[in-house]
């Protein structure tokens, strides 16, 4: 049944088939377990350490190894969605996610942890491009792909900040095993639905993969993932952080040369032609990196500073996970009426607007009220803005090649949630004094400059009356 189809009795839109819905259920199920896996380590990784016998220095490999691949080989996967099955490769990639949850549950020394780490890893760069293709492949573009992608948006930016929550309360009360074996039931119960609800990719002509392309970007991306993590625990002026960046640019310098020569290119130039898909993507990668950044810096602050315990934090945290969800479901409604540029303006003017006042934090507790009201204005912000990036972003794609847009999508994604951080941290400790609120306050006042600056960047580039009818997208039909 078409998205638009009228009840021939009541003569209204009858919403989505079962079938969609149960589509739908079955991919923001897979996109939210992968955004719990991001920080769902966190605050279990002293307890992992002590058990596996991981020297205090290798810890943040169990961080680091997932979110290499993760944003890594998001775009090699992408495409390769687009060349062999969304379907096949989602399914798949749920699979691995299984298996290698299993594995790391199980685990009984560091290198099985990490092993599986890179399993689910590489489970992410798999399934949540195809996953992403797949909505935007079953909704049309207009206000039904703007909803499905506001409640994406929104689960995944909640489960983010569950993740955080989740970890300490398993941890605490049962075991961090458990992070990983609740993955397992949810690969299960995904694998089993999703064959009957997921339509398989038309069967056509296949091009060729690009290989060379192929292997070059992800190995530009796997430096780059490599280099800022580097940064963030020795600084940007260590070679472990300069080297990987470096490496980074030459590897991307050489991708563009492939890609100009090859006769079917991983990444056609005309995709990145698209002032909508280079802007939009740009716009996300920065929201994603300010909004987690600042997830970073207040949790430093309401413990470093205030005394609070790392649960206590995380559920004054949960309100701006509150905020993210509102503004996922909100984020549909203003794209109607605004298109997704604005919204990306809009969203990201008022995460500024929001996050300014924070440089005013003091040190004792009554600061807490402003925290609470700023971080769920901002979070409700965030999501309209990265909700609007995502439709900005696909829009217009033909429909082989949304495999690719939707890897650029999250790519933008997994780059700006590693990217923020280290990058806030090293501000946040280089202008800390006797304690580490003055270099908060500096951290938090760059946090919203950028935003605001990434506004006006996509103000002028998509939202000026030149460029305005040819970045018209979803939600404006």
Sequence with gaps: MSQLE????????????????????????????????????????????????????????????????????????????????????????????????????????????????????????????????????????????????????????????????????????????????VNVAVAVVVVAVGPAVLRATPAGRRPRLDAPGAVTVTLALVALVLGIDGAGRSGWTDAAAWGPLLAAVA???????????????????????????????????????????????????????????????????????????????????????????VAIVGGLVVQAAATLPLVLLGPDRGWLVLLLVASFVGGVANLVAIVGYAVTATAGVPEDQQGLATGLVTMSQQVGITLGTPVMSALATGFASASLLPGLRVAIGVDAVLALLTAAAVAVALVSRPARRRASVAGRR
């Design 6 to 181: 009228l009840d021939p009795v009541r003569r209204r839109p009858t919403g989505p088939a079962r079938s969609e819905r149960i589509a739908l259920a079955v991919l923001l199920t897979a996109n939210f377990t992968l955004a719990v896996d991001f920080s769902i380590l966190n605050v279990a990784l002293p307890h992992i350490g002590r058990e596996l016998g991981f020297a205090t220095a290798d810890l943040q490999w169990i961080v680091t190894a997932f979110a290499l691949c993760a944003a890594g080989f998001t775009l090699f996967f992408g495409r390769v969605a687009d060349l062999f099955g969304r379907r096949r490769l989602f399914l798949a990639g749920m699979v691995l996610l299984g298996v290698s949850s299993l594995a790391g549950g199980l685990a009984g020394e560091p290198a099985l942890l990490i092993g599986a780490r890179i399993g689910q890893g590489l489970a992410t760069a798999m399934v949540t491009p195809a996953a992403l293709a797949l909505l935007t492949t079953i909704f049309p573009e207009g206000p039904a792909r703007a909803r499905a992608l506001g409640l994406n948006g929104a689960l995944m930016a909640a489960g983010f900040t569950t993740g955080a929550v989740l970890g300490g309360v398993l941890t605490g009360v049962v075991s961090w095993r458990w992070a990983f074996f």
């Design 251 to 341: 590897l991307l310098v050489v991708f563009g040369a492939v890609e100009a020569r090859v006769a079917e290119p991983l990444v056609p130039p005309a995709l990145l032609r698209r002032r909508t898909v280079t802007w939009a993507n740009l716009a996300g990668l920065l929201a994603f990196a300010t909004e987690t950044s600042l997830v970073f810096l207040l949790t430093l602050y309401l413990q470093e500073t205030l005394g609070f315990s790392a649960v206590t934090a995380g559920l004054v945290l949960a309100v701006l996970g509150v905020g993210t969800v509102l503004g996922g479901l909100l984020a549909p409604r203003v794209i109607a009426r605004t298109g997704g540029p």
